[in-house]
Structures are given as structure tokens and as C-alpha cells.
């Protein structure tokens, strides 16, 4: 079937969803996008609410349906999945949300989607592998939405701690989308200046204790979000939304997103969220940037806790 490459899916209605889905409206960048669910009643009021938006919004056709109308979209957002709760962790998820997946894959995959998979539901790194595996498409064409959030996290709060504008921080956090995630501080920058340059030519201190503070901010940002209001939904919703607009204006920019490994930093058998070039086709290359022995042994720690959990699973 041929792919419509302004339609897009979303499988999962919940808030993660239908944040999405109103962040795809604000954006434009679909003609026709197709809601969801489990429970078909929810699909049809989320797509009855934002079509009431449609007039100070994109044109564009919004609509509830059934997975034969997922065949011909360029993209394939899965949300689907139980939520977080206060108290648990994303690694907690795996079991249930690995079931959840099967069943969204054998019902995608029977209508020879040949569209990209983008798995944003947690634990997304374990997912976004087990979505490679069972679904058998290549590679490229299965992303989950890795730590694109949690380097958003990282640019805000070093753009406050810096009085600067957090567009100009370029800096990554990488590996598992969780407890085990680490900062590339080694590679961080102001517009091209290091870090450390520009921290010197400001008069400012970020030292070892200043960064291990950030980094904690970052990584346990999602907990203190969660026991505040219960979920997470906003800033994972304008991080699908960088996400889509790299595929759909094939942007080739480079996105800490999940993807299954084939060689890179020595690694297999595993996904991890990695600076990649993200474009039209999916993720065209997986870059392996300059880390610090003391990074490097991070990520592998991440890694490893991955290899555990993706052990867990029937693959």
C-alpha cells in the first residue's frame, strides 16, 4: 500500500496520546491523523475535541479509528501501555507493557505498515527493542523516543543555571530512559563554545557538585512530576512533536533517540537512547560520539542493566 506521507497514527488515547495528538495539531505537520484505543469511546471524544479546535488550528482531518486505517500512515506513534505510578519505576513496566505491545504489533504488522514505529510507552528503551524484534521491520524504521525528553530537561536547567537561553545548550543525556541514563558533560556546549570556556569567560562555577546536582534534577524529574500530579504528559508531547517534524520535513537533525544497536560502542542485543540522525526514513545513522572513560563506563553500566531487563522478556 502506498504510504501518505501527512498521515499519521496515534495508538494509545491516554494523556501521553491525546498530548501528542494536540501537539500534532499546533504543529501542522499532518493532513490526516487517526486516533486509537482500546476503549473506542475515548478515541472518538479526543478526536471530537480537538476537531473543535480545528478552526484556530492546521487544517487538517482528525478522526477515531480501527488499525486497517494505520496501513497506509507515514507514522505510527504507541503510547499504549499502563502509566507510571508514584513509587515505581519505568523498568516496573515491563511485563504488562511488553504484552500490551505484542498485541498493538500483531494487528500493525498484519496490515503491512510501511510506515516508522515511533514507541514512546516506558519502559521505552526495553520496548522500543522488543518492537524491533517482534515486529521484524528494519532497524531505521523502529525509534522510541529515548532521552530526547530528558536532554530537554537537561538544556532548561542549564540554560537557567546559565542565564542563557536553552536553545543555545547543546548537551545530551544518553542511554536508558531512567534510573541508569547518563549527561555527556565532556561534549556540552554554548553555541560552540565548551562548556567550561564559557563557564570561565562568565565568571561562573559548574563544577563536579553543581553538574551531579543537574544531572539529578534531570534524572529524577519524572518522580517528582509524578507525585506532584500524578503523570507526566507535556514535555514528552513536545518531544514526539521534534520527533515528527525531523521525519515528515526530514530534517536529518540529531536526536538522543532509542534505537536497536547493531556494533555501535561495541554493542548488540540491545536499544539505548543515542545521538542519531534522525529523517525521513527513520534514524539514517547512529552516531558515536567522543565520551570520558568515565562516561564510557556509564553508558556500559547502562547498557548492562538493559541486557538484564530485555533478558526478562520471550523474544
Same mark, same amino acid.
Given at each position: 500500500?502506498?504510504?501518505?506521507?501527512?498521515?499519521? %497514527?496515534?495508538?494509545?488515547?491516554?494523556?501521553?496520546?491525546?498530548?501528542?495528538?494536540?501537539? @500534532? +495539531?499546533?504543529?501542522?505537520? @499532518?493532513?490526516?491523523?487517526?486516533?486509537?484505543?482500546?476503549?473506542?469511546?475515548?478515541?472518538?471524544?479526543?478526536?471530537?475535541?480537538?476537531?473543535?479546535?480545528?478552526?484556530?488550528?492546521?487544517?487538517? &482531518?482528525?478522526?477515531?479509528?480501527?488499525?486497517?486505517?494505520?496501513?497506509?500512515?507515514?507514522?505510527?506513534?504507541?503510547? %499504549?501501555?499502563?502509566?507510571?505510578?508514584?513509587?515505581?519505576?519505568? =523498568?516496573?513496566?515491563?511485563?504488562?507493557?511488553? !504484552?500490551? +505491545?505484542?498485541?498493538? +504489533?500483531?494487528?500493525?504488522?498484519?496490515?503491512?505498515?510501511?510506515?516508522?514505529?515511533?514507541?514512546?510507552?516506558?519502559?521505552?528503551?526495553? $520496548?522500543?527493542?522488543?518492537?524491533?524484534?517482534?515486529?521484524?521491520?528494519?532497524?531505521?524504521?523502529?525509534?522510541?523516543?529515548?532521552?530526547?525528553? /530528558?536532554?530537554?530537561?537537561?538544556?532548561?536547567?542549564?540554560?537557567?543555571?546559565?542565564?542563557? /537561553?536553552?536553545? #543555545?545548550?547543546?548537551?545530551?543525556?544518553?542511554?536508558?530512559?531512567?534510573?541508569?541514563? $547518563?549527561?555527556?558533560?565532556? *561534549?556540552? #556546549?554554548?553555541?560552540? $563554545?565548551? $562548556?567550561? /570556556?564559557?563557564?570561565?569567560?562568565?565568571?561562573?562555577?559548574?563544577?563536579?557538585?553543581?553538574?551531579?546536582?543537574?544531572?539529578? !534534577?534531570?534524572? /529524577?524529574?519524572?518522580?517528582?512530576?509524578?507525585?506532584?500530579?500524578? %503523570?507526566?504528559?507535556?514535555?514528552?508531547?513536545?518531544?514526539?512533536?521534534?520527533?515528527?517534524?525531523?521525519?515528515?520535513?526530514? *530534517?536529518? %537533525?540529531?536526536?538522543?533517540?532509542?534505537?536497536? +544497536?547493531?556494533?555501535?560502542?561495541?554493542?548488540?542485543?540491545?536499544? =539505548?537512547? =543515542?545521538?542519531?540522525?534522525?529523517?525521513?526514513?527513520?534514524?539514517? *545513522?547512529?552516531? &558515536?560520539?567522543?565520551?570520558?572513560?568515565? *562516561?564510557?563506563? !556509564? =553508558? !556500559?553500566?547502562?547498557?548492562?542493566?538493559?541486557?538484564?531487563?530485555?533478558?526478562?522478556?520471550?523474544?
Amino acid at each position: 500500500m502506498k504510504i501518505d506521507p501527512r498521515k499519521a %497514527a496515534i495508538v494509545g488515547c491516554g494523556q501521553v496520546g491525546a498530548s501528542i495528538a494536540f501537539r @500534532f +495539531l499546533q504543529q501542522g505537520l @499532518f493532513s490526516r491523523l487517526v486516533l486509537l484505543d482500546a476503549n473506542r469511546d475515548k478515541a472518538e471524544g479526543e478526536a471530537m475535541d480537538l476537531r473543535d479546535g480545528l478552526p484556530y488550528g492546521a487544517a487538517m &482531518e482528525i478522526t477515531a479509528g480501527g488499525y486497517d486505517d494505520l496501513a497506509d500512515c507515514a507514522l505510527a506513534v504507541i503510547t %499504549a501501555g499502563a502509566n507510571q505510578k508514584p513509587g515505581e519505576t519505568r =523498568l516496573d513496566l515491563i511485563g504488562k507493557n511488553t !504484552e500490551i +505491545l505484542r498485541s498493538v +504489533l500483531r494487528e500493525i504488522t498484519a496490515r503491512q505498515f510501511g510506515g516508522i514505529l515511533l514507541v514512546v510507552s516506558n519502559p521505552v528503551d526495553v $520496548l522500543t527493542y522488543a518492537a524491533w524484534k517482534l515486529s521484524g521491520y528494519p532497524r531505521e524504521r523502529v525509534i522510541g523516543s529515548g532521552t530526547v525528553l /530528558d536532554t530537554g530537561r537537561l538544556k532548561q536547567l542549564l540554560g537557567a543555571e546559565l542565564r542563557v /537561553d536553552s536553545r #543555545n545548550i547543546h548537551a545530551f543525556i544518553i542511554g536508558e530512559h531512567g534510573d541508569s541514563e $547518563l549527561a555527556v558533560w565532556s *561534549e556540552a #556546549n554554548v553555541s560552540g $563554545l565548551a $562548556l567550561e /570556556d564559557f563557564c570561565r569567560i562568565r565568571g561562573q562555577d559548574l563544577g563536579r557538585e553543581e553538574r551531579e546536582r543537574l544531572y539529578r !534534577e534531570v534524572r /529524577d524529574s519524572a518522580y517528582e512530576i509524578i507525585r506532584r500530579k500524578g %503523570a507526566t504528559y507535556y514535555g514528552i508531547a513536545m518531544a514526539v512533536g521534534r520527533i515528527a517534524a525531523c521525519i515528515v520535513k526530514d *530534517e536529518r %537533525a540529531v536526536l538522543p533517540v532509542s534505537v536497536a +544497536l547493531n556494533g555501535q560502542y561495541g554493542m548488540e542485543g540491545l536499544a =539505548l537512547s =543515542l545521538p542519531s540522525i534522525v529523517g525521513r526514513e527513520g534514524v539514517q *545513522e547512529i552516531l &558515536e560520539i567522543p565520551l570520558s572513560r568515565e *562516561e564510557q563506563a !556509564e =553508558l !556500559e553500566a547502562s547498557a548492562a542493566q538493559m541486557r538484564e531487563a530485555i533478558g526478562t522478556l520471550r523474544l
